[in-house]
């Protein structure tokens, strides 16, 4: 296993409900949320970096949203 | 970049003994030559060999056209990308490419993160699949068990998925993986998830 790094975060109370809510809901430590929006947003970012667009789409009435990423 | 080494253990097909391996959490230019120079060849002598018999290219290695310098290069950098190989005998016997950016689909996991399988490949010798007598054993398992335990220590709990070629349904369904069906989204493959008690099961039976 790769080693790791402790750090110190400051976050408001707001971003620390979602944090919780989140690692609740998908059954994860709040490390692991942090981890994975970590990937997600290196990801996304190196996508849009290429010129590539993030689009959501509702899979019910097929509309298409796009995620603007400033 | 440091790479972890776990020694793991294989099984020489025709004398039955173990074989001394490495399974390694990245695949480096060394692993990308062995799949050039080694993989490439033998792969090609079944081919050729599967196209003097007759044999249909639907019932080819369905793998046959991937290329593993194409699939590292472009996660290249990413860290939601992990590669995995088996080393053995001076060479290369496997590799495996994960996606640590997917969520469950299995009705009693939904939403929740997983370990992604994206591309998981035997070296062609050691495939009984492809006509001759396999070298080594173990070695699909060994890159199986790694992405699993990855899942456990990323805190996904085991949660594995993959989209399974026709040729490899039988072994998912083996380990225990549930079987959701063909995915119209994904060139028809069937989905398979392992859940977090089926991979206690599979990591206690490794």
Known sequence: MMAKRTMTLNLTDAEMRVLDELSIRKDI???????????????????????????FENEATKEKAELMLL | MTVDVSPIYLLDAATGESVEAELRDAIE????????????????????????????????????????????????????????????????????????????REPGQV???????????????????????????????????AA???????????????????QADAFYRKIGMTDLGQDSTYQSLRYFEMTVEQARAFLEEE
């Open chain 1, 29 to 55: 430590t709040k490390t692991a949320v942090l981890r994975q929006a970590l990937r997600l947003y290196q990801t996304i970012d190196a996508r849009v970096e290429k010129g590539e667009k993030l689009l």
């Open chain 2, 29 to 104: 230019q060394a692993q990308l030559d062995d799949w050039q120079t080694r993989w490439q060849p033998a792969l090609l002598a079944v081919l050729q060999n599967l196209a003097r018999k007759g044999v249909p290219m639907s019932q080819w290695p369905q793998s046959w056209h991937w290329n593993w310098a194409e699939k590292t290069a472009r996660v290249r950098g990413l860290l939601a990308f992990q590669g995995f190989c088996v080393v053995a005998q001076g060479e290369t016997q496997g590799l495996a490419q994960v996606d640590l950016t997917k969520s469950s």
């Open chain 2, 111 to 145: 939403g929740k993160p997983l370990v992604y399988l994206d591309y998981l490949e035997v070296a062609p010798w050691n495939r009984p699949e492809l006509g001759a007598a396999p070298r080594l054993r173990g070695v699909g398992s060994a890159l199986i068990t």
């Open chain 2, 148 to 166: 699993v335990t990855l899942s456990v220590e990323e805190g996904f709990k085991g949660r594995l998925g993959l989209h399974s070629l026709p």
